[in-house]
């Protein structure tokens, strides 16, 4: 069932980042814009184009600042976009570390990562604060404010005090670039007298999204409850969640772009197609009215209220792991009759952390002032505190072992559900976020994936391939907004276009950084030309082959600076764009 719910800083700004954000290239090997630019053609003419003069831009790693710790810091400035519900024991802790080192902390609330950043872009760089709390998923965006201070910088071993797949989920470019102070993970959410009346043994958690969805079946066809799983708009992490750590996959190689700045999304056509499978599931279960989609999701707990809810009678969510406290301070207080118990998903999930993100100062002499705050905030104990008052997994060694956490857990033991969860999880690449410049953009286009099936509106397989080439597109405009090429007069591209296959070029879609995008022309000697307006960094996609309109195979050039040259395409029909080669 539906229901209807001031100066830039120097160097490369958090400002360009954003900008990229806000939209990419449309798909054109999905669906080619009609006009002559886009017909099959004759392959193009072969040989070098006169006075060739592309090259491929080399996308250096981000730099990093040293750690110059203060011997007097007064105050240290925090910006941070906690959930409301964690907001007071945040500040707490603060107030504890003030009493302990008479270093003030002033605490600046905003609503999201987006919004600090948007934030970082619109005033001097004297006026950053000197650290802030965010998301790994945001790590790519932070480090390419040049401003971030890693914390080995401070202490070399800094990285013994941590989980190891919470170093994993903060490292960038070789380099632990955060403090992670929490861990979450997604998990399973059940009312566990629902599950008792209809007959399901949850001794074990379902190893599959098809399992899951027969116990939301056998719910319903058991009159235990009205609906069997609950979920939102949020259900393409809910999809790419469990199932690229169930394959073992990642979107980027070798590690959902940490390492390899610009990479591209590649993924098996195996992969592609077990995600549009899985859509296919979820809309299907919305079909049968066992589950229950709800969009618009106001509150962000749309799926766990529904649970709780005479109304929709849900029986379960898949749902982040660090709403666990609200939801059980909530069924204490107003829903005694749900038995709440927690699972790990298919696959385990991937791990989210919130990090203290260090920045240096842009006064020499004032350094690094937020060390001192997160070397006491990352002690055994103090992140064992805050675990114990909120219910979030702490990153931290040794936090399992304090009495503090082992007394919350044997007064609550649903507590310890998440920490279990993540320990089972394995320290790999497959088991992290993706971590992209334009991450806002991809974590929209992936809600998108999933929206557009549910709501009849594309095919599955579409869905997920257009999902690749939304996030392929965003990384491209992102890399290419951060190149640092001067502005320029118009300039007229002239490019030799070939595949290696003999097929014919079906389209050549120039994506620019500065200028308008667009598709190139073929011209009469074979070779495809467009007006870059503004000139600037460009990326030519490539269709080798029509088939009713879709491209055969989409390729995509390097981002490359320059007016006149020769690029090769393999032809051969691929999940993801491949790779033209610059002659």
């Not at 007071?88 to 600090?116: N, P």
């Not at 320990?423 to 334009?438: C, H, K, N, Q, T």
Request: hydrophobic share 40%; glycine share 8%; charged share 15%.
């Amino acid at each position: 069932m539906k229901r209807t719910s001031r100066q830039r800083v120097a160097g490369l700004t958090v400002a360009v980042l954003l900008a990229a954000c806000s939209g990419g290239a449309p798909s054109p090997g999905s669906a080619p814009s009609s006009g002559d630019s886009t017909q099959p053609a004759p392959p193009s003419v072969g040989g070098s184009v006169v006075q060739a003069d592309l090259v491929e831009v080399n996308l250096q790693p981000s730099t990093y600042q040293p750690c110059r710790v203060p011997a007097n810091p007064q105050t240290i400035e925090v910006w941070e976009s906690v959930e409301a519900l964690f907001v007071d024991d945040l500040r707490q802790l603060f107030d504890e570390f003030t009493d302990s080192s008479g270093i003030e902390v002033e605490v600046v609330h905003f609503t999201g990562e987006h919004e600090i950043l948007q934030e970082l872009a619109a005033i001097p760089a004297d006026d950053w604060p000197d650290a802030v709390l965010a998301h790994e998923f945001a790590g790519r965006a932070m480090v390419d404010s040049q401003r971030v201070v890693p914390p080995g910088e401070c202490q070399p071993a800094f990285s013994e005090r941590l989980l190891p797949v919470s170093a994993r989920a903060n490292t960038v470019d070789g380099q632990l670039a955060a403090v992670p102070l929490w861990m979450s993970v997604p998990m399973l959410y059940v009312d566990a007298n629902k599950l008792r009346t209809a007959g399901i043994d949850f001794s074990t958690p379902p190893s599959s999204l098809a399992e899951l969805l027969d116990w939301s079946s056998t719910l319903v066809s058991t009159g235990a409850s009205t609906h069997g799983l609950a979920f939102t708009e949020a259900c393409g992490a809910l999809v790419a969640d469990h199932l690229m750590p169930l394959t073992g996959g990642v979107l980027i190689q070798p590690d959902n772009g940490r390492s390899q700045r610009g990479q591209r999304v590649a993924i098996t056509e195996e992969q592609v197609q077990l995600l549009a499978e899985e859509l296919e599931l979820l809309k299907s279960s919305v079909e049968r009215d066992h589950a229950l989609y709800l969009s618009p999701d106001p509150t962000g707990f749309s799926d766990l209220l529904a649970i709780s809810d005479p109304e929709t009678d849900a029986a379960m969510a898949v749902h982040t792991s660090a709403a666990l406290q609200p939801v059980l301070d909530a069924v204490d207080t107003l829903y005694q009759g749900i038995d709440v118990a927690l699972l790990p998903i298919p696959g385990g999930g991937t791990v989210g952390t919130t990090s203290l993100w260090m920045l240096s100062s842009t006064d020499q002499a004032v350094a690094t002032l937020a060390w001192p705050l997160a070397d006491w905030l990352t002690t055994n104990e103090h992140l064992a505190e805050w675990s114990a008052a909120t219910a979030l997994v702490s990153p931290a060694v040794g936090s399992v072992g304090t009495p503090v956490l082992q007394a919350a857990w044997a007064a609550q033991p649903r507590l310890r559900a998440p920490h279990d969860a993540i320990a089972a999880v394995p320290d790999v690449a497959s088991s992290i976020s993706l971590v992209v410049g334009p991450w806002l953009q991809a974590m929209t286009s992936r809600s998108r994936m999933c929206t557009s099936v549910v709501n009849g509106e594309v095919e599955p397989d579409v869905a997920v391939r257009t999902f690749l080439d939304d996030v392929n597109n965003a990384i491209d405009a992102y890399e290419m907004a951060r190149i640092d090429s001067p502005p320029s007069a118009s300039s007229t591209l002239q490019l030799a276009v070939s595949c290696e296959n003999g097929a014919e070029i079906a389209g050549v879609w120039i994506q620019a950084a500065r200028s308008a995008s667009g598709f190139a022309a073929r011209s009469d000697d074979g070779t495809y030309a467009f007006t870059l307006d503004s000139g600037g960094a460009f990326a030519a996609h490539v269709g080798c082959g029509d088939d009713g309109g879709r491209w055969v195979s989409t390729e995509w050039s390097p981002i490359l600076l320059g007016s006149r040259g020769e690029l090769t395409c393999s032809g051969r029909p691929t999940v993801v764009p491949g790779v033209c080669t610059l002659l």
